[in-house]
């Protein structure tokens, strides 16, 4: 009985005293106006991130939207983390953690799965410089390697693209050594068209070009008007005249497919043929067969 009335005193003395309400309610305060301040600057830097690309829009020399959008967000997640960092730090100070320790610790940590995570390590730093360089972006038609297709998600460690045909690839930032990226600048539809010996190659040519002044202004995808270029080769039992199209970016195989079905038509309504294999034979009268055999023997 007598230790349970020690206990109590010994609590009440603790849990009232005044200078230990006034020491929490000091901490919490102090908590609560470092989490406002890292609020504050938070809001504070993503506006001037904000304005700061606004005025570099006006500027003569600019970055592309995609690059900036990008370097938006990544600045503000910069931002974000930083002032969260030094913000938990502060709270943790203030609880009388000891922060020195476990700032020594997790260098420690992070020195170890550096040096075991090197791949690792080399896939962010890579990512990062993707991202920063806008090299690629999601949505853009790019070749990696053997891999081609519209990248569907690019991150700190891998990259996503898929195939036109469903396969989707997850390639290691660090892999990317090189790539092509089709969706930057505009395509060219390339298409031969094969005309035989017989016909007349100016009427072809002339009927195609008439044909594509039309063709221009029915696609807005093509930019300014497809050009004969001319004869291209000159094969067995045909002649190959190329047209090019000057079309927007991954626009130029739709836009291929169309000349070709269109140009068909062209032709047929100008009655010009396509070429087809020819076998042409020869006859000598009525030589009879070893006449024919020995003349041609003889070199006759």
């Known amino acids: 009985m007598h230790y349970i009335q020690n206990y109590l005193h010994h609590f009440i003395k603790k849990w009232f005293d005044e200078e230990l309400w006034i020491h929490i309610g000091e901490t919490v305060l102090k908590i609560i106006v470092v989490l406002i301040i890292a609020s504050f600057i938070i809001k504070v830097g993503k506006k001037a991130i904000h304005k700061v690309f606004q005025v570099r829009a006006k500027a003569p020399l600019r970055f592309s939207e995609r690059r900036e959008a990008t370097l938006v967000r990544l600045l503000n997640n910069a931002l974000t983390y930083i002032v969260g960092f030094v913000a938990i730090v502060t709270v943790l100070s203030l609880l009388t953690i000891n922060v020195q320790g476990l700032l020594a610790g997790a260098g420690i940590v992070g020195l170890a799965v550096g040096f075991g995570a090197q791949s690792l390590v080399k896939d962010i730093i890579s990512g990062f410089f993707i991202i920063f360089e806008d090299q690629f972006s999601v949505g853009d038609y790019v070749s990696i390697g053997k891999n081609q297709g519209v990248v569907e998600e690019i991150g700190l460690r891998t990259t996503k693209i898929k195939n ?5 690839y997850i390639i290691p930032n660090g892999n990317i050594t090189e790539v092509t990226n089709f969706s930057i600048h ?9 005309i035989p010996y017989e016909e007349n190659i100016d009427r072809a040519e002339q009927a195609i070009q008439e044909f594509l002044i039309s063709f221009a202004e029915q ?13 291209q080769t000159l094969g067995t039992s045909h002649v190959t005249l190329r047209i090019a199209a000057e079309t927007l970016p991954m626009a130029h195989w739709e836009i291929a497919r169309s000349l070709n079905k269109e140009i068909k038509k062209v032709l047929d309504e100008h009655h010009i043929q396509a070429p087809y294999p020819k076998m042409v034979t020869y006859s000598r009268g ?5 006449q024919i055999y020995k003349g041609d023997h003889d070199g006759r």
């Open 186 to 194: 505009n395509s060219i539809a390339v298409v031969d068209v094969h």
């Open 219 to 231: 696609h807005d995808e093509v930019i300014g008007e497809p050009q004969v270029l001319g004869v």
């Open 286 to 290: 009525d030589q009879p067969y070893h």
């Open 164 to 168: 036109w045909t469903g396969e989707l």
